[in-house]
């Protein structure tokens, strides 16, 4: 029987890091070969961005990633940059446009982004196989040996790039991790990342508001995020509250400002402009009124705010820029976008992504302990980590 011919390169996981990879490698001449478990390459890609994925943001800098190694995703970053892509997808004559916060996203279809990625592959010659169970990984005589259904492949390189388990309806598994392990690398526990936070107790009073959405600041420790935050029927969700879950530990509070930039007197002031209005009239005026409402009703001052000390009003003030909200816990992977943790820093090398005790294997995108705020940051991460792998493997 004939042994076919070890590849240079296997790529787990034909995602968008595992996609750039591939592409990168196979443009240096390397034999690629990128496997997936799934029947069709780039899922999470689809359905990214409402379908119009949000493949990059302007503003990338290495302080908005979150690992046990804050310094660990400079080096890949500065070597490909949002630019770079940028110009990627220019050269393909996707048509794009900046939303908000620098996000940049596809005029037409995510779809676009997957098919530029299978260009990219096809320059390289990358053989993709699509819809193949991985049974086994091992190593020996110098190679990677993977069982794949019933035959083995083999390489002298092998780049661990099939992501978290969030979104499991997508196929999403902790692989990756099971992979790392068997070769001595270690694991900074994994857990949901930029995903809505539940409420319980006395809180469920607020699930009431499901459906109302309105501008906050919101903060969890030292982070803080001012953008829109969204009452849903089991808790808190919107852009803020999804940036501030990667910060949010279990038994924290998350504090919200209601009313950004209000000076600490401003309900006094507005006492004395209108003393005859109600306070969840005033709320009103800047708030939806079903949570302005509840917040007037919660902060159980009733009738004219002339009947108010200008005590309770600064106390009333500075309440609405400190809501305390204390999360029981989180929608879990089903609804989280990426995971935050993975597979340690401290085994990879930060310029090349390969396992400094292990040489020939490789970690990419969101399998790495490095993960990136809402907004394209996780998918720039996936290019650049991608990119530096695919430049030595």
């Excluded at 919101?218 to 808790?235: C, I, M, N, V, W």
């Excluded at 705020?373 to 991460?381: A, C, E, H, I, T």
Aim: proline letters at 5%; charged letters at 20%; a neutral charge.
């Amino acid at each position: 029987m004939t042994v076919p011919q070890p590849y240079d390169v296997i790529i787990l996981g034909a995602g968008a890091a595992g996609l750039m990879c591939a592409a990168t490698a196979g443009q240096r001449g390397r034999r690629v070969l990128l496997l997936d478990h799934a029947d069709e390459p780039g899922k999470k890609i689809l359905i990214s961005g409402g379908g119009r994925c949000n493949f990059t943001n302007i503003h990338t800098a290495p302080d908005r990633y979150l690992s046990a190694n804050p310094h660990f995703a400079k080096s890949a970053l500065g070597r490909y940059t949002a630019a770079d892509f940028i110009d990627l997808v220019d050269r393909h004559g996707i048509k794009w446009h900046e939303k908000t916060l620098g996000q940049l996203f596809c005029d037409g279809s995510a779809r676009q982004i997957v098919n530029l990625l299978l260009d990219e592959c096809d320059k390289g010659q990358v053989t993709i196989g699509l819809g193949h169970e991985i049974r086994d990984v091992g190593y020996a005589d110098n190679e990677f040996r993977l069982t794949v259904g019933n035959r083995e492949e083999r390489s002298a390189a092998l780049v661990i790039a099939t992501g978290g388990p969030s979104i499991p309806k997508m196929g999403a598994t902790s692989f990756a991790y099971e992979v790392a392990r068997r070769f001595g690398l270690k694991i900074v526990e994994p857990r949901p990342g930029l995903v809505p936070l539940t409420l319980g107790g006395d809180e469920t009073l607020f699930r009431s508001l499901s459906g109302v959405a309105t501008e906050v600041i919101a903060r969890a420790g030292k982070a803080s995020f001012r953008e829109a935050a969204l009452f849903t029927h089991r808790g808190l969700s919107g852009p803020a509250i999804l940036q501030i879950s990667s910060y949010w530990r279990h038994g924290e509070p998350v504090a919200i400002d209601f009313l950004p930039g209000r000076a600490p007197d401003w309900l006094g002031a507005a006492k004395r402009a209108k003393p005859r209005a109600s306070l969840a009239a005033t709320l009103a005026t800047a708030l939806p009124t079903r949570l302005a409402e509840t917040l007037a009703e919660r902060l159980g001052i009733p009738g004219e705010l002339g009947a108010a000390t200008d005590k309770r009003l600064e106390d009333a003030a500075r309440q609405l820029a400190d809501w305390r909200f204390n999360p029981n816990g989180t929608e879990g992977y089903a609804k989280a976008e990426v995971t935050a943790g993975g597979i340690s820093t401290e085994s990879l090398s930060s310029r090349t992504l390969e396992a400094r005790q292990v040489p020939g294997l490789y970690a990419i995108g969101e399998a790495v302990d490095v993960t990136g705020w809402l907004g394209g940051y996780n998918f720039q991460w996936a290019w650049a980590s991608g990119w530096a792998a695919g430049q030595v493997a």
